[in-house]
């Protein structure tokens, strides 16, 4: 059952038109958490002075992480929809780095489930930008 | 003694349109999503025509949650860079002949920018509108809502705050 799961988290993922544009691929799912990545492209650049990516990128694999983590939850039945999500951008993604993203779903209830995330580039120690959002369960 | 006539019509407009696509023009984000700028004197709408690479769920339908975030992301920062350019523009000291030669426009960093999802966004076309609800020094904080068929249906709607450019001081 477990393993029905995660292969259909894998599956979504890779099967979005939308996160197959940015390159995004699933790195891991666990029980209500994954990891994706996003490869740095110059057309996701946001401001060409600084070859900084544009925050919407990173919005767009932060709610494709955030999605994934709630659909390997072990109390979530098939797919799941975004509520609201807020993002908080702490530093510019440095240029030429991926971007990888780990979110955990830390609680689900009947209707919603809530959901964290950090966004990282080659730095672990200081996060891009964090997320956190709710989710609709058993969509 | 008589009053400064007017500029004919054409010479504004080509002034505005040339200031807006220099903006536009700047950020290669907007390019890949293909967003395009409705201006109506100081109005703009952004417009996200439908395409398949924008959709997230290949069974409904409907448009990925990131691209509809973005989508209102980047119209959210070019209203601000829009009201930011107006007074220059209006004024001529920005001229289309400046414009054209760049690094003239900087763009505001975002701060937080937080969406609320109202209803699955539709495989159509997608229009937004942002309002500036508050411009400082150093910050600002901007609405901004979308729809599709249906003015008064908004699909999505976000707020964020965005650091000013001119007071972009090394942390």
Redesign the interface.
Known sequence: MAINKTALAKQFSE????????GMWLDDIGQGTAEMEMPYN????????TGV?????V??????CC?AAVMSHPDQKG?T?????????MR?ATPGQNIRAKATCYNVTRNVAFVRAVALDDNDDKPVATAAGAFVTGA | MATKRPEPVQVVKQRRDAALAALLA????I???GIQFDRRGDELTAVMPYH???????MLP?L????T???L??AAVIELGWTGLWKSVETGTLTPEAIAQGDLI??P?????????LR?GLPRDAYARARVNRSGRRYASVYVEAWQDNRSRIFAQATGHFLMPDSDVKA
């Open positions: 099967a979005i038109p939308h996160a197959k544009g940015f110059e057309k996701f650049i946001g401001d060409p002075a990516i544009h925050g919407g990128a919005f767009a694999l932060l709610d494709g999605g797919l929809a975004t509520i609201d999500l807020r993002v908080d951008y510019p | 700047s950020i290669p984000y390019q890949f999503l398949e690479k924008l959709v997230g769920n290949p409907a990925h949650g990131g691209a975030a973005a989508f992301e980047v900087k763009i960093k975002t701060i937080d920018f937080s969406v609320d999802y699955s």
